[in-house]
């Protein structure tokens, strides 16, 4: 709850209190102007709280029931306002009858509609507890009942005793009625779970009813007010400035939310009511001899003690209880703990794969528009492989501070599990749904702090839109069918999910599945396309190349089932048996032939390959264990493979560091970055086969294909030019400077049999010249 601050109504209504109390003292000691001035700041007042219960029942956020409530005291404060007009009116004609608390009929009906309004009102606020807590509403309201019945009876018999009946009813009816409404309030500040209504703002009630329990019953029974003047002057506008003041921290209090309540060990209502009816004993009693006042005591004393004993069990019970909530409030902020890690990831705090599918359900069941997005993070691995796992897991804490503040209310985003994130976007459709996640992109795009590292993060998100009728599982698997096709066009990509990518999907497992039979089962065969020297022809190398001959589906080329083989990581197996497989090939031929076994074996690598770790080892274990040099194996990588650097230009380097030979395989057609010849530790440039086709005449081909030649010249690379069909393609490349190609026009790729039938003729060709 806020401090309280003044306000306009709040400074009028002290103004007019303290205006009130002046103008009374002054005409107290001596007369000095016409009575009915003592009245003004108590209409004043009254209106101003009128106006200001008015204001607070129509405070947005405010309780339904509160609202009633402020309602009917603007209309009782309105009564009184008429009721004090009333009485001005009569201190005119009649200044005894003021003085006497007499009033006349208009007068009186206002004043008593407005109790009426007030205790109804009160009567109405909900309790908010079960049949006991209705019991000890009423045995309080009882208690206090029947204590000022006693003190309303005692002064009535008294003052009739005096001879002075007339002064005494009305006061004594006065304090009995707003005794009543002390009660009221009191017992209800004492419940909880009153209707929206503050505690607060109850005590100022209860305040209020005090006031006017004072001012109205005791105060003229005490005080012998000049002929003219009434106590209400000065306590009619007290009642109403509590209640301006309550009204204030009501309408501060709406739309909060309340604190936890303390718990109340006892109600202090029948306490306070027993000890005022004991210290009236003992003035009646004082009386009446020694010997009622003696009994009288000893009675008052034993109350007493009985309720210092109450309060002793009461607060060693408090301190209990005390202690039992104590406990309560651990056990379930150990509860609410664990709920937290069942539903979050520990690491970023995102929501975990179950809380998001939970919820996805719920959307869904819910009938409100939803799509989902999965998101990938490109290289992920390359950091942890090159950072450490700590800067990793930095680097998706930050990921997910990135996430949390650029989705909208209402979004959830989750790890799903490693670098995976998942994204639930109510309301929107899949159009949509990429402008947000477009500019995600963007604010993802900025450098992300990680470990002391300054990090780029790019993802492979795919969205998919719910139907009626989808279930979260469907909706999710769609979604991650949309990413993995995002993946394959690139890294930093979206796609959205249609029919098209699901036909491509489904054909994707199933070749995927028969990729793996078909590895386990030997299916794969490999080729050897020969490398030749120019002009002659003369074989200088092979390059290895993978066959699949299905046994059902027949031949599938690699352009078909070597991307697929990327996609589901089956191309690391792949690799490893090509890369073993054509070494133990080597070594048969180097057996079989000695000098005349091919010189160079150059085995393509893919980028995925490369980031798996101990790649570099594998390639060495491979060259011991099968007996080759390693600067007889040419690893040939495409640009596209090791352009980012990372993890695989570190694999590059190391593969290198053996004495590997390293190609860059159909160079020009990926990044083209003349860059990569300073970072990659290339020996050989091979030509794009589509450099070579039109490289006759005049084209922008035969320009390319002749600056190729003279950068690798300048630094001392090989080149090779792929693609090579015709005969005038051969001369017109080796008049450009290429010393060495591969081609249709000098081979097609040829099975070990068949390279072995040609490396034995040309062993018996070689020895005929020898003899000769």
Same mark, same amino acid.
């Given at each position: ?204 009630? *209860? &305040?209020?009813?005090?006031? !006017?329990?004072?001012?109205?019953? /005791? %105060?003229?029974? @005490?005080?012998? $007010?000049? +002929? ?24 501060? *209090? &709406?739309?909060?939310?309340? !604190?936890?309540?303390?718990?109340? /060990? %006892?109600?202090? @209502?029948?306490? $306070?009511? +027993? ?498």
């Amino acid at each position: 709850m806020a401090r309280l601050h003044l306000t306009p109504l709040l400074a009028l209504g002290a103004f007019l209190q303290v205006t009130a109390m002046v103008l009374y003292a002054v005409n107290a000691s001596e007369p000095r102007f016409s009575p009915v001035w003592g009245w003004v700041p108590g209409i004043a007042l009254t209106g101003v709280t009128a106006v200001a219960c008015w204001q607070t029942a129509g405070t947005p956020g405010l309780d339904r029931v509160a609202a009633r409530l402020w309602r009917s005291i603007s209309w009782c404060a309105a009564l009184v306002a008429l009721g004090n007009a009333g009485d001005a009116r009569q201190s005119l004609i009649d200044p005894e009858r003021v003085t006497q608390q007499q009033h006349d009929l208009p007068t009186t009906i206002c004043y008593v509609l407005a109790v009426g309004i007030v205790v109804w009102a009160l009567l109405r606020l909900p309790l908010g507890g079960n049949r006991s807590t209705t019991t000890r509403f009423m045995l309080d309201a009882l208690t206090i009942g029947v204590t000022v019945s006693i003190f309303a009876w005692y002064f009535t018999v008294r003052a009739i005793d005096g001879g002075d009946a007339q002064r005494t009813t009305v006061p004594m009816l006065m304090l009995a009625v707003l005794g009543l409404i002390v009660a009221l309030a009191m017992v209800k500040v004492a419940m909880t779970g009153m209707g929206g209504l503050e505690h607060g703002t109850l005590r100022w009630f *209860a &305040a209020a009813a005090i006031v !006017g329990t004072v001012g109205g019953g /005791l %105060f003229p029974l @005490v005080v012998q $007010a000049p +002929v003219g003047l009434s106590g209400s002057q000065m306590f009619v506008p007290a009642t109403m400035l509590c209640v301006v003041l309550g009204a204030d921290r009501q309408r501060r *209090a &709406a739309g909060v939310r309340p !604190g936890p309540s303390r718990r109340r /060990l %006892f109600s202090v @209502v029948p306490y $306070a009511a +027993v000890a005022a009816t004991d210290g009236l004993l003992l003035w009646v009693s004082s009386d009446s001899g020694r010997v009622v006042l003696v009994v009288a005591t000893a009675a008052s004393l034993l109350t007493a003690l009985v309720a210092v004993r109450q309060f002793g069990a009461l607060r060693d019970n408090g301190r209990l209880l005390n202690r039992v909530d104590q406990q309560l409030t651990q056990l379930n902020r150990y509860q609410d703990e664990l709920t937290h890690r069942a539903t979050h990831d520990v690491l970023t705090g995102l929501a975990n794969r179950y809380l998001f599918e939970e919820s996805a359900q719920k959307l869904l069941a819910a009938g409100a528009p939803l799509c989902v997005a999965l998101v990938d993070l490109d290289d992920f691995k390359a950091i942890n492989d090159r950072l450490g796992h700590a800067v990793g897991d930095a680097f998706l804490v930050a990921i997910a501070e990135r996430l949390r503040g650029s989705l909208r209310e209402g979004d959830l985003a989750a790890r799903l599990g490693g670098d995976e994130f998942g994204l639930l976007l109510p309301g929107l459709t899949s159009a949509e749904a990429l402008a947000l996640l477009s500019r995600l992109d963007e604010t993802m795009s900025r450098p992300l702090p990680a470990g002391g590292h300054e990090l780029l993060a790019r993802a492979s998100i795919g969205v998919a839109e719910a139907w009626p009728g989808a279930t979260a599982a469907e909706v999710q698997r769609r979604a991650d069918v949309a990413m993995y096709s995002a993946k394959d066009r690139g890294k930093g990509r979206f796609a959205v999910y249609d029919a098209a990518l699901e036909r491509t999907h489904e054909a994707d497992q199933q070749l995927g599945a028969d990729l793996r039979r078909a590895l386990d089962a030997g299916e794969f065969t490999l080729v050897y396309q020969p490398i030749v020297a120019l002009p002659d022809g003369r074989w200088t190398g092979l390059e290895t190349l993978v066959r699949w001959p299905h046994p059902e589906r027949g031949p599938i080329g690699p352009d078909t089932f070597i991307p697929i083989a990327e996609r589901t990581g089956l191309i690391v197996p792949l690799g490893s048996w090509i890369l073993r497989t054509a070494l133990e090939q080597l070594a048969a031929w180097d057996t079989e032939f000695g000098e005349g076994s091919p010189r160079h074996l150059g085995v393509n690598v893919s980028a995925r390959q490369l980031r798996e770790p101990g790649f570099a080892d594998e390639v060495r274990d491979a060259l011991e264990d099968v007996g080759v040099r390693p600067d007889r194996l040419v690893v040939e990588v495409t640009e596209t493979a090791v352009f980012d650097g990372g993890v695989a230009l570190d694999t590059l380097v190391a593969i290198s560091a053996l004495g590997v030979r390293v190609a860059l395989d159909d160079f020009g057609t990926g990044h083209s970055s003349l860059g990569l010849l300073r970072t990659v530790p290339a020996d050989t440039l091979k030509v794009d086969k589509s450099f070579v086709a039109d490289i006759g005449g005049r084209s922008e081909e035969a320009v390319i294909a002749s600056a190729m030649i003279q950068i690798t010249e300048g630094l001392h690379l090989w080149a090779v030019a792929e693609g090579v069909e015709t005969a005038a393609q051969a001369d017109l490349l080796h008049e450009l400077g290429y010393r060495f190609a591969q081609g249709y026009h000098f081979s097609r790729p040829l099975p070990p049999a068949e390279v072995r039938s040609r490396l034995a003729e040309s062993e018996l060709a070689r020895s005929s010249v020898v003899r000769n």
